[in-house]
């Protein structure tokens, strides 16, 4: 009954933006903290992006600070990925998910292709 439906990728030159959006069912999305895993080819997933449950913290990887930006609507039940300035290296499946705690990680959805290349 989890769902994850990651959306908004695509391709884009360098430098360019995109905004991921990531609708959730079937959990308490409002009472959880997320994330954004990105999944670069031949690699594992990496986190780059933490929001709290009600979204007053946020935390990236270095890889990515300054550049996105995480954020929810809660009463939506969706997190969203603003990037900016985008890499080459950000080329990735992006997926979202919960933080692992008590609980352990969602079941991962189909994530989003975002592919940086002129």
């Known amino acids: 009954q989890v769902q994850l439906v990651e959306s908004g990728g695509g391709l884009v030159q360098p430098g360019g933006p995109l905004r991921l959006s990531c609708p959730a069912s079937?959990?308490?999305?409002?009472?959880?903290?997320m994330t954004w895993y990105p999944q670069a080819p031949g690699k594992e997933r990496e986190l780059v992006a933490v929001?709290?449950?009600?979204?007053?913290?946020?935390n990236y990887a270095d890889s990515v600070k300054g550049r996105f930006t995480i954020s929810r609507d809660n009463a939506k039940n969706t997190m969203y990925l603003q990037m900016n300035s985008l890499k080459p290296e950000d080329t990735a499946v992006y997926y979202c998910n919960k933080v692992a705690g008590v609980t352990a990680l969602l079941p991962w959805g189909q994530g989003t292709q975002v592919t940086v290349s002129s």
């Open positions: 929001i709290t449950s009600a979204g007053g913290s946020t």
């Open positions: 079937g959990f308490p999305f409002s009472r959880w903290s």
